[in-house]
């Protein structure tokens, strides 16, 4: 079974940074984030795969990086230049599957951590 969990959520100013980091149990071919905020509908923010191919939503492009180490045990999101668009639970997703055209879609994700709060302040 794989189990993810998020760390590295916090409170901080706009234009500040935080990284988020996901341990990854269990094998997972391709992996991501997503994030939602209050009264808002859940949305994919970057997403890679074992070969190290990304997609990002066009509203991180530029600010967010998605990577993980070496052993793929460990996913991360660095985000820069963060605004209080940017608040929201963040959420460690998984899948097995290979996908020709990395996908941005919850459904297509079997996996969910529970989810670290980032919350950015004007």
């Known amino acids: 079974q794989v189990q993810l969990v998020e760390s590295g959520g916090g409170s901080v100013q706009a234009g500040g940074s935080l990284r988020l980091s996901c341990v990854v149990s269990g094998y997972t071919y391709t992996m991501g984030w997503f994030r939602q905020a209050p009264g808002k509908e859940r949305e994919g923010v970057a997403v890679?795969?074992?070969?190290?191919?990304?997609t990002y939503a066009d509203f991180v492009k530029g600010r967010f990086t998605i990577s993980t180490d070496n052993a793929k045990t460990t996913l991360y999101l660095q985000m820069n230049s963060l605004k209080p668009e940017d608040t929201a639970m963040y959420y460690c997703v998984g899948t097995r599957l290979w996908f020709r055209n990395l996908p941005l879609l919850e459904a297509e994700f079997a996996y969910w951590g529970q989810g670290t709060q980032v919350t950015v302040s004007s």
């Open positions: 890679i795969d074992r070969t190290a191919r990304t």
